[in-house]
Structures are given as structure tokens and as C-alpha cells.
């Protein structure tokens, strides 16, 4: 039995340019994952400037990306992302 993979939730902003830069990063690792036929996550995208909260706790760190308890800050690399993945991932998708 598989377990559900867990979203990978991307936090940014409107104008944000190292926002666009870790989506771009975000979908290079995913769409390399998917072509060596591992597990893809959902991605959701979450734009801080629509709530007040997170507005409060990313606007000095975004963009932030989050997958199963890790978290990526700032500089958000295609590296980075296919580590969170591999770590937060791979081994682990048999229950």
C-alpha cells in the first residue's frame, strides 16, 4: 500500500523575483522526478499578500517552500528542491 504524498506548498508574493525563480526550480525538480518515475507531489502555491498570518511570518523570508515537516527559505535552488524531495520522499513510500 502507497502512502498519500504530502502537498509541497510554495509560499510567495506578487512581484517577488526570487519567487519566480524557486518556482522555476520547483517545477525543473518535479518534472525531473517525473520523468525517472518517482512520486510528483501536488504543488500549491500560496500567496502571502492574501493573508494577514502568513503575511506576518514569511514577508522577511519568502519565498518558502514546505514539503512533510522541512522547509526551504529565501534561496530556493533546483539542488535544493530535488534534496527536500529525495529526503522527504524517496524510501519512504511504502507503508
Do not use: F, W
Not at 14 to 24: F, I, N, Q, S, T
Not at 38 to 55: F, G, M, S, Y
Not at 56 to 66: G, K
Amino acid at each position: 500500500m502507497t502512502a498519500p504524498l504530502p502537498d509541497l506548498v510554495l509560499y510567495t508574493r506578487p512581484g517577488c523575483h526570487l519567487c519566480a525563480e524557486a518556482r522555476d526550480a520547483v517545477q525543473s525538480a518535479l518534472e525531473d522526478r517525473a520523468a525517472r518515475g518517482q512520486a510528483v507531489p501536488k504543488v500549491i502555491e500560496r500567496n502571502i499578500e492574501t493573508d494577514p498570518e502568513l503575511h506576518r511570518l514569511y514577508l522577511e523570508r519568502i519565498p518558502v517552500l514546505e514539503l512533510d515537516g522541512r522547509r526551504l527559505e529565501l534561496l530556493v535552488t533546483t539542488s535544493k528542491v530535488r534534496r527536500m524531495l529525495a529526503d522527504a520522499l524517496d524510501g519512504a513510500m511504502t507503508v
